[in-house]
């Protein structure tokens, strides 16, 4: 089955700086990677997502990249602010229909002001 | 338009009890999936389910936990017998095709 590893767990940044999360995954066919944010006590929140046949996507402050070859995608935020922080996590899945999300361990983003 | 709804927000049961926990997808989405997020963790699938169908279940506990999705009303997800080890949020998400949407979640507290 799918295995999605997620890279730091912790990431800590100065407001204004950029940050950087990078997932692996392990099922070629995958082909839909969708990022989620979850404030402490609250809904995981769809931020940004990728298909296959895209290599990158980009809304405002946010970007995801995707390498189908290195099986790895990564989100890039630029100019943080301290509503930046969250928990991140970023997920795979085959399909369209009927496929599970398997998510990340989740990386912790601490915005200092 | 409505978000997923899910209820209770919060739900304490003693060892040995029944948790029922409801999920309303969001309108027009046919499909619900159940997650669980053990405290700092990360979310774990459990089921996935459409109307009247449950389609994959790969992710359930073989035991004591069920789900239906019934003609009319809310999906519910059923845990029989709770034990300690089932204290953690219950997450379902609904989606039409790609994206899914998740509710607020059902904290359960088993003492």
């Known amino acids: 089955g799918e295995n999605v590893e997620q890279h730091p767990s912790t990431l800590s940044v100065q407001e204004g700086d950029s940050a950087v999360i990078k997932c692996t995954y392990s099922?070629?066919?995958?082909?839909?990677f969708p990022w989620y944010k979850q404030e402490l006590g609250k809904r995981p929140q769809l931020i940004i997502d990728?298909?296959?046949?895209?290599g990158e996507k980009k809304d405002q402050r946010i970007a995801v990249t995707l390498n189908k070859t290195a099986k790895h995608f990564s989100l890039h935020i630029t100019e943080t602010q301290p509503e930046d922080s969250a928990v991140y996590f970023c997920a795979a899945t085959r399909g369209e229909y009927g496929n599970k999300l398997v998510f990340g361990a989740g990386t912790i983003l601490r915005v200092k002001s | 338009n409505a978000g997923v709804m899910q209820n209770p927000r919060h739900l304490v049961r003693r060892r040995g009890q029944e948790a029922r926990l409801r999920c309303s997808p969001m309108?027009?989405?046919?499909?619900v999936y159940w997650y669980r997020q053990l405290p700092e963790e990360g979310l774990k699938f459990m089921v996935y389910?459409?109307?009247?169908?449950?389609?994959?279940e790969s992710g359930m506990p073989k035991e004591r936990f069920s789900a239906e999705f019934p003609k009319e009303g809310p999906s519910i997800l059923r845990i029989q017998q709770v034990v300690r080890g089932d204290s953690a949020a219950y997450f379902c998400?609904?989606?039409?095709?790609?994206?899914?949407?998740f509710g607020p979640g059902t904290r359960l507290t088993v003492t």
């Open positions: 990728i298909r296959s046949n895209v």
């Open positions: 998400a609904s989606s039409l095709g790609y994206e899914q949407y």
């Open positions: 389910l459409q109307k009247e169908n449950i389609i994959d």
């Open positions: 309108k027009g989405h046919s499909h």
């Open positions: 099922d070629s066919a995958s082909n839909y």
